[in-house]
């Protein structure tokens, strides 16, 4: 028996979400990887940080950012946010994609970070995110609906970072990712920290400097671009619709000067 093939358009774009520029860290890898494919970036830069929203608000609002870009033909969504992630993943799945849009498919980001957890020889871990992330217990459930073995989890949420990354002064949001985990430290034991905010990738070279090996760092644009080859490996009837014109289109639904710089830096080299 043969699988049937989805009845998808031949010229297939794969689409990032998130609220704002944070998703980019992760399309810069992926695209370095597969470069032949079109990739479309929607970053909900007028509803940034999504973190502090209700759980309804991140739903409507990543649905409309998920819908957008299926409408700019993207057959498969990676939602580059572990907020809505977190917060929408299952009930996008379930009902709107369902309903709406069977043929496509939409991925998040928490479960292939709980997955690398897993896989790495961390006994016990801290998670900073914002503060819906952290709230929605997500992290915790998937680590206990998947791991065989026991990994201690803590958490704490650290909303003064995506302002402070998104507006560019990654110094200060730097420092006081420090002080957070230093003062985490100084009451828990652990061996890892999950940076679980796509923003939080810009931080994870200061964090690598300031506590060299005494603890490991988990970024998530050293995990998804990897885990997004594996499953397109293992999705050939999605794949083989997938244009190749190795084009990269970015919208922004509300741009400031400063994001120039910060797209220049993350996309150097490729076209906009
Ligand atoms: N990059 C998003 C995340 O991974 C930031 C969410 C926000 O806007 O607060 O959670």
Do not use: W
Request: with cysteine; charged share 25%.
């Amino acid at each position: 028996m043969t699988e049937e093939a989805p009845n998808v358009q031949k010229a297939g774009k794969i689409g990032f979400f998130d609220s704002g520029l944070g998703g980019l860290t992760i399309l810069k890898v992926v695209a370095k990887e597969l470069p032949q494919y079109d990739y479309v970036y929607y970053g909900d830069t007028a509803n940034l940080p999504l973190g502090d929203k209700t759980e309804e608000e991140i739903y409507q609002l990543t649905k409309a950012g998920v819908e957008a870009l299926f409408k700019k033909d993207c057959l498969l969504v990676v939602i580059a946010c572990n907020t809505a992630s977190a917060e929408t993943l299952r009930r996008l799945q379930d009902g709107f994609l369902k309903d709406n849009y069977p043929d496509r498919r939409i991925l998040g980001v928490v479960i292939p970070t709980v997955e690398a957890l897993i896989n790495s020889d961390s006994t016990s871990t801290l998670l900073i995110a914002t503060k819906r992330t952290v709230e929605s217990g997500k992290y915790a459930l998937e680590l206990q609906n998947r791991s065989p073995r026991k990994i201690k989890l803590y958490s704490v949420p650290t909303p003064e970072l995506v302002p402070l990354i998104e507006s560019g002064d990654r110094a200060e949001a730097l420092s006081k990712a420090i002080v957070t985990i230093e003062e985490e430290k100084g009451s828990n034991q652990f061996d890892t920290v999950i940076l679980g905010c796509t923003h939080y990738t810009k931080l994870k070279d200061g964090l690598r400097a300031h506590f060299n090996s005494s603890l490991k760092i988990l970024s998530q644009d050293e995990i998804i671009p990897n885990k997004l080859v594996n499953y397109l490996e293992r999705h050939p009837e999605l794949e083989s619709h997938f244009s190749q014109g190795s084009t990269r289109t970015i919208h922004l639904t509300l741009h400031r000067p400063d994001y120039d710089n910060a797209l220049k830096e993350l996309l150097g080299g490729v076209i906009i």
